[in-house]
């Protein structure tokens, strides 16, 4: 049987190419990371596995929650999700849009065919997707201290003209550097901590 990531494939690329036709982008992908959040809940999981819950029923529970905890005017711990997913700091104060009738068709479709499960990997490559079409990549970056908006500004915009790409910073802290930071963009990594600049200055003075 094939792997999870595999069977999400298709459906990933379904959400994706018409998401980017009709100018909806953002909004599946906030459903998608939203829904594949819950669907790794333990005790939603088990619920989504009891064939006594029709396929109507879980499809409308994902919407639902969403459309309540997301679109809604409360603050909930899934618009925080969000915000820090897009690498805002706005906070709960962006207005996120109810389920569209289409992404509410796609809902309903995974459930059909019992592949709600799949969501997780479905997210994880529509994201793929929409990094290469963007031409976006994201940058891991941990620093001794939190950045601030100057030095994250600077960053950015360093990277995005060295890489020619649009560039999404996703932020650690980590006191053990010492001092600068180490970023991680795909399979390279650029050590400019305190603490790799001394394990260098180690290494070669016992080379």
Do not use: C
Not at 71 to 82: N, P, Y
Not at 84 to 113: C, H, M, T, W
Not at 118 to 145: C, F, G, M, N, W
């Amino acid at each position: 049987m094939a792997d999870l990531s595999t069977l999400a494939r298709p459906y990933a690329k379904a959400a994706f190419d018409y998401a980017n036709e009709n100018g909806a982008v953002h909004e599946w992908e906030d459903f998608l990371l939203v829904a594949s959040t819950v669907v790794n809940d333990k005790s939603f999981s088990t619920w989504l596995d009891n064939p006594a819950v029709s396929a109507e029923h879980k499809s409308a529970a994902l919407v639902d929650l969403y459309d309540s905890q997301v679109a809604g005017d409360s603050d909930s711990a899934f618009k925080q999700l969000l915000g820090e997913s897009k690498d805002s700091r706005y906070g709960n104060s962006i207005s996120y849009p109810k389920v569209s009738p289409q992404l509410n068709n796609f809902v309903k479709q995974l459930a059909q065919q019992e592949r709600l499960a799949l969501l997780p990997e479905v997210y994880e490559h529509y994201r793929r997707h929409k990094a290469i079409s963007l031409k976006q990549l994201d940058a891991y970056v941990t620093s001794a201290y939190p950045l601030t908006d100057e030095q994250r500004q600077m960053l950015q915009t360093r990277l995005a003209t060295s890489l020619n790409a649009s560039i999404v910073i996703h932020e650690s802290v980590d006191p053990s550097l010492l001092a600068g930071a180490t970023i991680k963009v795909g399979d390279k990594i650029i050590d400019d901590s305190m603490r790799g600049k001394l394990q260098q200055l180690k290494t070669q003075l016992t080379a």
